[in-house]
Structure formats: C-alpha cells, structure tokens
C-alpha cells in the first residue's frame, strides 16, 4: 500500500504549505499564492487514497466482507469533511482565525502521515483471503483496453460517474442555490451535514445486504432510481421559501440512497471487469465524476439567472460567501431542474443498459468447485499398496 504512504505524506506537506502563510515572517504578497500552493498539493493526494478502496478490499477481506470494507474505507472521505464542516466554524469565529484553523488541520494529516508510514506492515496478508486475492492482475494499459472495450463497465462510468459528478456539483453550488429562497448560510450546513450523516446509513445498510446477498446489479438500480426521484423532490422543494423541514427531509432521501450506490458500484466496476486490477476499475470511475462534475458546475452556473423581485426581498446571499467573493448571486431554478433531469438521465442509462456477469464472483465460485472435486478425487484414490 506504498500509495497509501505516499498519500498520506502529500497530504501533510501541502497542509503544512497551507499553515505557513499564518506566520508573521511570510510577506503578505506571497500568502495567498502559499495557500493555494498547499491546497494543491494536499489535492494531490486525493486519487492515491480515493482509488484504494476496492483494492483494500479485495487484498484484505473475503468475499463475504468486501462491500463491507469497501463502504467503510470509501465513506471515511464524505464523513471527515462531514467533521471538517462542522468543527471549522467553531474554529473561525472571526476571519482572523483561519491561519489557526489552517495550523490546527495539520495535525489530523500528520496523524494520517505517522499512521500511514508505521502503520502499514505489508501490501498483502500472509494468506489470501480469496481466491481471487491471489490473482495476477492484468498490466495497466492491457487492463485499460478491456475496460475500454466493456460496455457494461462504460454504462457504469457513465452514470455513475455523473452520479459522483451530481453529488460533487450540489455540495459545491448549495449554497448558491437555497440563499435565493432565504435559507441561511446555517441552514445550508445542515442540510449538508443531513446529507451526509444519513447517507453514511444508507451506504453501511447497502455495504452490509450485497455481501449478504451479492445483488449487487438490483441494489444498484433500486438505489439510483430514488437517488433520481429524491433529485426530482429536492429541486422542486429548494426553490419553495420556508420549506425547512421538506428540504431537510429530500436533502436526508438524496443522501441516503447516494451513498448506497457508493460500495456498491465500486464493487460493481470490479465484477464487471475482473482480471483487471480493482484501482484501475476504481479509478476511471472517479475520474469519469470528476470530468463530469467540472461540467455540470460550469452549465449550472451558466444557467443561472438574474434574480426576480420576490427573490430579491427573500435571498440571504448578501451576508454570505457568494457576494464577498464577487459572484453575484442568481437564480437557480432552472439549474437545479436540469440536476435533476441530468440524474434522472444518467438513472435511466443504468437501469435499462446496464448487465454483467460477475466475473470476480463466477471465478471463485469456479476454483471452489475444483478444489472439491480435486479433493474428493484424492480421497478416494486407491493406492498401489491397497491392491
């Protein structure tokens, strides 16, 4: 696990870089190109951590464990910056407290870096877990052309990439979206902190029933056919004035069924692709979120129109984030009804296009059978000496 390592160290030099621009002797004009400088670097690290999951998984636990591991190590990132969202107020209270706050981040990465580095005693348990734990994988860019050529893993890439690309875009421009209505930069936080929270249920509940069950295709569909409807209700209801507890409650449904397709279409882009190895599989999948979600922010906001009068009278933007950067605050409605039509799409694509064998599954399925037949044939071998 050499890029846990490497990781965990990226993350802590680029929060030191970050913390550096708190102190005195940096000159003023070089802060902000500092901070930024750090940010970059601690980005860095993210593909490092956010790959190994399924590889994790696989290495470590059995089959009956795997989506298990899978959710807990995928969902540590949405529950720290869950925890991030929430202690960083408590640490700012006024602006001059960020370099504090930026200083006291490091040692959660030093933490991370000193656990990583001493902690990791071996990329591979003494005895595989599975038999497909003990699989050569396929090299990289041969195990690249396969899954360019799978369809059904391109089906997976496409919708849940853009199901990562949607979730990555609503966290980014909530804010943006809800102060028009007159919700608070508060209430914003905990509708998010919602989200989050209850969807660590629902990717625990969906983790713990495909290893029970190994469904992973039907839990699959079921979860993003109401991701996309709870899409549908909370773009509908956000753009309602004083509906607290109705976008609470559609902000709590999103998130529940979210993080359910999470272990579970990790784990499917491993079924679909095996002999390929499980970062390759893992990675593309994030990466498809990541080119989408750049997409999807640039039209939301493009979308984005003046405010009406009423709006005007109701939004609370001027006291946030969004005016002191310089944006100007709009509009959302139409964006937020194409979210939801760009999730009812991208559901629509898996639930109807998407089938695979479980090749991973099929395998050990394949060489447990022969061990029994192997085994029983030695045992009822009869020796030369028996004649």
Request: charged share 10%; net charge neutral.
């Amino acid at each position: 696990m050499l890029q846990i390592v490497f990781g965990a160290w990226l993350n802590f030099i680029g929060s030191v870089v970050r913390a550096l621009s708190g102190f005195d002797f940096i000159p003023p004009s070089v802060r902000y190109p500092l901070v930024l400088t750090g940010q970059g670097i601690a980005a860095s690290s993210q593909p490092f951590v956010m790959f190994s999951p399924t590889k994790l998984a696989a290495t470590w636990f059995r089959e009956d464990q795997r989506a298990t591991a899978n959710m807990i190590a995928s969902v540590s990132n949405p529950l720290g910056i869950l925890v991030a969202n929430v202690i960083s107020p408590v640490l700012t209270p006024h602006k001059d407290d960020i370099y504090f706050t930026l200083l006291m981040y490091c040692i959660p990465a030093a933490l991370a870096m000193l656990m990583a580095t001493f902690g990791f005693c071996s990329s591979h348990p003494p005895t595989p877990p599975s038999s497909s734990a003990a699989d050569v994988h396929e090299p990289f860019f041969q195990g690249l052309k396969k899954i360019l050529q799978n369809q059904a893993y391109l089906v997976l890439a496409f919708s849940f990439g853009g199901g990562i690309a949607l979730f990555s875009t609503i966290s980014t421009l909530f804010e943006q979206i809800l102060c028009p209505q007159g919700y608070s930069d508060m209430m914003v936080g905990i509708y998010g902190g919602i989200m989050i929270g209850v969807g660590l249920f629902g990717a625990a509940f969906a983790g713990a029933y495909v290893d029970k069950t190994k469904r992973f295709i039907e839990t699959a569909k079921i979860s993003y056919a109401f991701a996309a409807l709870a899409c549908i209700f909370l773009a509908v209801i956000s753009q309602q004035p004083d509906q607290l507890i109705l976008t609470g409650v559609a902000s709590g449904i999103l998130g529940f069924f979210a993080f359910a397709l999470l272990p579970v279409c990790l784990e499917l882009g491993v079924e679909c692709t095996f002999p390929v190895a499980e970062g390759t599989s893992a990675g593309l999948l994030y990466m498809s979120g990541q080119v989408q979600g750049i997409a999807y922010i640039f039209i939301m906001q493009a979308l984005g129109r003046p405010l009406s009068p009423t709006q005007e009278n109701l939004q609370v933007c001027s006291n946030s984030t969004s005016t002191s950067t310089g944006a100007e605050p709009k509009d959302m409605t139409v964006s937020v009804l194409v979210f939801a039509g760009m999730a009812s799409l991208a559901a629509i694509v898996l639930i109807i296009f998407f089938n695979t064998e479980y090749k991973r599954l099929k395998s050990e399925e394949c060489r447990a059978a022969d061990k029994i037949l192997n085994f029983s044939g030695s045992s009822h071998a009869i020796s030369p000496s028996q004649i």
